[in-house]
């Protein structure tokens, strides 16, 4: 199945002010795998992010999704094998209500009326918010904003879903059943986040990224476990595995 | 200067009006915007002395408000919002148009306080019917028929847009207002200067907003195709309605039905 397959190879980016975003950053994912990309402020996530679905093409290096690599030409397929989740679902979530948002993919990937109300419905209940389907956005909470853009992303049925920040602006127990919601999906997942401990809990494999460059990537328990190479990433062990305050200053 | 939330809020009470269930509401969009757009032609077609010609017209708004159970005392509150600018628009016909054209026992009456009553009038029937048409259809709906009646594609997004992201932009703006305000100590805040500033920021976001709609857009496949879905209900139900409003204000067009009440009355008498 190598359509489930995303390749970066050497990829650099410099923006237009002369900011240099990634240099050299080079990993493979494969089908169904889980994976967190994690790193500090300003250490090249959302750059990265943005190559992954072909809003910036590589300028040196490669990205090759499933069987395509990522070029002008490739953009169509590529964007519909990778559903892209953004981290302000307002951003996302532009068409006038939930229903329509969702419709939105499918209708672009040229689908017959029938087949997106069966897609958008679907999508809707896998979120379990088909109740809100005719509500414009903005009358949505955070936690149902969030479903909404996951639904909008799944209804085009994409191979992969790559996320940026998901469990941000939640409470804890809406962030805690988006965690349950995406264990519940197989398809392979890229996720940038700060939420270390949501990591723990979705993300088998790990790429710490640092000052545009891959610091580390292996299986996430033996990188939280690294404690060396997550100071000098800017990070800290999740919460989880830091012991219990409280219990210990006894 | 203070950008309030209130304002905002108000309009989306006017989208949760519209998300009732009256026969009204059900009605296809299409039907009520032709027949909103009938009136108003049929309104603003009268000659500009007319005044009590256009009392009659008052029943269709009326209408919709009482079957479209919509809060009148909300709908006028909105009016008043427009009132300044309806008043300015007539103020000086008055001043201008100083023949006499009525007396009324010992008062005479300009012509120019005429049209002035006339203009008042006509713009409260139409703007009352206009907020009653988005209460009974919604905004969405609103756009969706003037798309489905032949408007270019462009204009209903553009506005689409609009209505969707005013919300956002409303919070922001507010937000931004009340961090200045906090950190101005009952001062002006550094003036028009830090104004200024404000809104550029604003604007500024607006721009990388929608920088990051776009690749939204794109990331779902957008090539320049846009689908808003049609809801068709157009039935029996809609055609009378829209026949017989119409049937109704061309009688009231043309026939002058307080004169001709009056006429009654004082001609029975004689």
């Known amino acids: ?250 | 200067m203070k950008i309030s939330g209130g304002n905002y809020l108000e309009l989306g009470y006017l989208d949760l009006l519209s998300s009732q269930d009256t026969p009204v509401h059900r009605l296809d969009p299409r039907a009520k915007v032709i027949t909103v757009l009938i009136f108003t032609l049929a309104v603003i077609s009268f000659d500009r002395y007319r005044v009590a010609a256009l009392l009659p017209f008052v029943i269709f708004p009326l209408a919709l408000i009482i079957l479209g159970n919509l809060p009148l005392w909300y709908l006028l509150r909105r009016l008043a919002v427009v009132l300044p600018f309806i008043l300015l628009v007539g103020i000086f016909n008055p001043l201008i148009d100083r023949e006499a054209l009525l007396q009324v026992g010992s008062v005479t009456i300009s012509g120019g306080w005429l049209s002035f009553c006339s203009i008042l009038l006509r713009s409260v029937l139409t703007v009352l019917t206009l907020l009653a048409l988005v209460a009974t259809t919604g905004f969405i709906g609103v756009c969706a028929a003037l798309d489905m009646l032949g408007m270019p594609r462009v204009f209903s997004l553009q506005l689409l847009f609009m209505y969707r992201y005013l919300f956002v932009l409303a919070d922001e703006g507010g937000r931004m207002a009340r961090a200045r305000e906090l950190r101005s100590f009952g001062n002006r805040g550094g003036g028009i200067q830090s104004f200024v500033s404000l809104v550029g920021h604003l604007l500024l976001r607006t721009f990388d907003r929608a920088q990051k709609i776009y690749t939204a857009m794109l990331s779902r496949g957008f090539q320049g195709q846009f689908h808003l879905r049609r809801q068709i209900g157009f039935g029996y139900g809609e055609i009378v309605f829209i026949a017989g409003w119409s049937c109704l204000f061309i009688l009231f067009r043309f026939v002058d039905i307080p004169a001709f009440v009056g006429g009654i009355i004082t001609g029975a008498g004689r």
């Open chain 1, 1 to 250: 199945m190598s359509h489930h397959l995303v390749e970066v190879e050497d990829l650099c980016h410099v923006y237009q002010d002369g900011t240099s975003a990634l240099n050299g950053v080079t990993f493979r994912i494969h089908h169904g795998e889980s994976v967190a990309v994690v790193g500090a402020n300003g250490a090249g996530k959302s750059t990265l992010l943005l190559h992954l679905n072909g809003y910036l093409l590589p300028r040196s290096g490669k990205v090759r999704v499933g069987d395509f690599p990522l070029t002008k030409a490739t953009l169509r397929e590529v964007r519909h094998a990778v559903g892209m989740i953004f981290q302000d679902p307002d951003d996302q979530l532009f068409m006038p209500t939930v229903y329509d948002d969702v419709a939105f993919g499918p209708f672009n990937l040229g689908l017959p009326a029938e087949e997106v109300e069966v897609r958008v419905m679907r999508a809707l209940e896998t979120v379990q918010i088909s109740h809100l389907k005719d509500r414009p956005p903005y009358r949505l909470s955070g936690g149902e904003k969030r479903r909404a853009a996951i639904a909008a992303v799944l209804s085009m049925e994409p191979d992969i879903l790559v996320m940026d920040e998901p469990s941000t602006g939640l409470d804890p127990l809406a962030r805690r059943q988006l965690i349950a919601l995406l264990k519940e999906f197989h398809h392979t997942k890229i996720i940038a986040t700060h939420d270390l401990d949501m990591v723990l809990d979705l993300c088998e494999r790990t790429i710490v990224l640092h000052g545009g460059k891959v610091m580390a990537d292996g299986p996430t328990s033996e990188i939280f476990a690294d404690d060396r190479l997550l100071a000098t990433c800017r990070l800290e062990k999740p919460l989880s595995m830091q012991g219990c305050r409280t219990c210990s200053a006894k």
